[in-house]
């Protein structure tokens, strides 16, 4: 079994991770603003992001031979009933996380991503961060990590006033006049100025609508993302917007503490002797259960859709190859980036690798660029934003500064390796 036990390699884990958790959001909101139903995106999400947990598990988890005390992965499958406790755990930290990551892909669509990911992120931190502290026997540097907790509080409440404060933009850019229209400047009627997709379009119709480009953050940009996306927003009311992003995020506070217990076993719920689940056996069962949920309820979704989202069947999923690359390698990204963050977590503790929590800051990137958001705001929407990045700037910092180092409660850690590129 391959192990990182050094301070340097679990924060090159998280580095890592950071980024590839900041990535995989803006794929799956690249294909929804392009119309393709989220049923369909989730659906192929979650074929290679129990791909990616099965390739980590067996090509970190299997590699040298199983010995006494440090079982490899397949070894340890074979374990189940020994380790049972620990495998509810895990399967528990899935099906929450799955639940979380099921619902963030409409409150992208309601809220941003910038947005959403903040409010998440900062939730997960202020309640998990602070569950694995304890959980980890305080290895962590209080007096440096319960600061970088408070930034991400602020953080919070700061997403909260941005999504308002840039929706009031959106208000703002509607009520005037776009395309020779005059828009109402009551936000239910905008979404009744958007053409009826079961209406025919004359071809004259057509060429005008591709021959004009509107630019980012204009009236006109907002009105023609709205006709494309598969999740129809316009008209909403923020606190739909807000209330999913809530309900996203407390999802999403507890599935670290999870995995934490499923591989450390602080309430001693295994029999005396029995080695603790592997990091990465840990990480297969949390994938899979994640993988079972998300399929259930999307192919429930497909035929019972929720947000105004067209019906679909199996047989249209299956036909439905436009982006299906995107959500594939979404899947990848968001595998691999748990894995590594789970990796990193079992060296320097838990509440340091909840650092990459900071990946709004890599989403934000993202969705100015791909998706234009916050353009053409106000100056107060970008005076909001800047203050709610600065606090996710300091807040990685001082978490991935109150790393420690983990003690070996049993014989895991005998053999390592610290090196893995």
């Keep these: 079994m391959l192990v990182v036990d050094d301070r340097g390699g679990a924060v090159a884990l998280m580095l890592a991770s950071l980024f590839l958790l900041g990535t995989w959001p803006a794929l799956l909101t690249l294909l929804e603003r392009r119309g393709r139903l989220p049923q369909h995106t989730y659906l192929d999400y979650s074929v290679t992001n129990l791909l990616a947990a099965v390739v980590i598990a067996v090509a970190f988890g299997q590699a040298g031979e199983s010995r006494p005390g440090v079982p490899n992965f397949f070894t340890q499958l074979s374990q189940i009933q020994d380790n049972w406790p620990s495998v509810q755990f895990a399967v528990a930290g899935g099906l929450i996380l799955g639940l979380g990551c099921l619902v963030s892909q409409y409150a992208w669509a309601y809220a941003g991503l910038s947005v959403t990911n903040v409010i998440c992120s900062s939730m997960t931190v202020v309640v998990g961060t602070t569950i694995n502290y304890f959980l980890d026997g305080r290895i962590n540097r209080a007096e440096i990590l319960f600061p970088g907790v408070v930034c991400f509080l602020v953080a919070v409440f700061l997403g909260a006033a941005v999504h308002s404060s840039n929706a009031k933009d959106d208000e ?210 970008y005076l909001l934003l800047a203050s709610m990045l600065s606090m996710f700037v300091v807040a990685v910092a001082v978490l991935m500064a109150s790393a420690g180092h983990r003690k070996a409660s049993n014989g895991n850690a005998k053999f390592s390796v610290t090196r893995f590129w």
Aim: hydrophobic share 45%; net charge positive.
């Design 172 to 381: 703002d850019k509607l009520s005037m006049k776009c395309g020779g229209v005059e828009l109402s400047s009551d936000v239910s009627d905008k979404a009744k100025l958007l053409p009826d997709p079961e209406e025919p379009k004359s071809g004259n119709q057509e060429d005008h609508n591709t021959s004009i480009q509107a630019k980012p953050g204009t009236a006109e940009f907002i009105v023609q993302v709205e006709e494309r996306r598969s999740i129809k927003v316009l008209g909403s009311s923020k606190f739909l917007g807000l209330g999913l992003v809530f309900f996203a995020g407390a999802c999403s506070t507890l599935f670290s503490a999870a995995i934490n217990l499923a591989t450390n076993d602080q309430w001693h719920a295994l029999r005396k002797g029995v080695p603790h689940l592997l990091v990465y056996t840990a990480f297969f069962y949390f994938s899979v259960s994640s993988f079972a949920l998300g399929v259930c309820l999307n192919v429930w979704f497909l035929y019972q859709p929720k947000a105004g989202v067209p019906a679909s069947t199996i047989a249209a999923y299956a036909r439905d190859w436009n982006g299906r690359h995107w959500a594939l390698l979404a899947g990848l990204l968001c595998g691999f980036g748990n894995g590594f963050q789970f990796m990193g977590g079992q060296a320097a503790g838990y509440a340091a690798a909840d650092a990459v929590q900071a990946l709004p800051l890599v989403s934000t990137f993202w969705g100015v660029i791909l998706f234009g958001e916050y353009r053409r705001s106000s100056r107060r929407t």
